[in-house]
């Protein structure tokens, strides 16, 4: 994956330039923000869709990228917490299983919150600062539209469109990352999120449908210290 390959590159070459030389790094009482690209990828497992539906009539997700902002602020020198805002995710959703040659079944925007506790290591004038952090996400799911391939699958024959709507979710997220400082305020930061996420579609029709998303998050971004 291309971006995996940008954040493994990034952290590789932090590294080899950790030694050249100390730059004020974030420490307690001080905010940070950086601002760059995230892409949200789901790792779907799919229930399949119930009855009247053919059996095995699975689902999956496609991923997207969207610009993000990441605030953080120093509790201590070594413990910090972080949020991120964006624009949605716009994921397309697709047939597989026995409804694979269907192709796109509809669409829906993903707006996740996460707030993360953070352990950071080395001192806080470190040139390379890796880091580890635990926290919750809501994942919240908006204006789900389904086209008429759905339709056609969920309610052969009917005139009313099929319509859904998934269940939003509060979940634990895990994540690894690196802050290189360039100098005293300005950074180069790159993450990688790992969400717990299990949800529940809800169709017109009486259908229902779970689904296993576990998404991977890579976030890659530019800072400034305050």
Known sequence: MKVRSKVVKLLVAAAALAAAGGAAAQSKGQFTVSVGANQLKPNVESGAISAPALPNSFGDVGKDT????????GL????????????PYKHKIYGAGAIAAGGELGSVEALPAIALLQYRFFQPNARFRPYVGLGVT??????????????????PGAGTPTTFKIDDKWTVSGQIGAQFNVNEKWFLNAS????????????????????????????????YKF
């Open 192 to 223: 990688y999120i790992k969400t717990k996420l299990r949800t529940d579609v809800h169709f017109s029709t009486n259908q229902h449908q779970h689904m296993k998303l576990d998404p991977d998050s890579f976030i890659l971004s530019v800072g």
């Open 66 to 73: 969207q610009p993000v902002a990441v605030i953080t602020y």
């Open 76 to 87: 201590t020198d070594n413990i910090s917490v972080e949020t991120a805002v964006g624009t």
């Open 138 to 155: 809501y994942a919240m799911f908006q204006k789900e539209t389904g086209s008429f391939r759905m339709t056609a699958l969920t309610n």
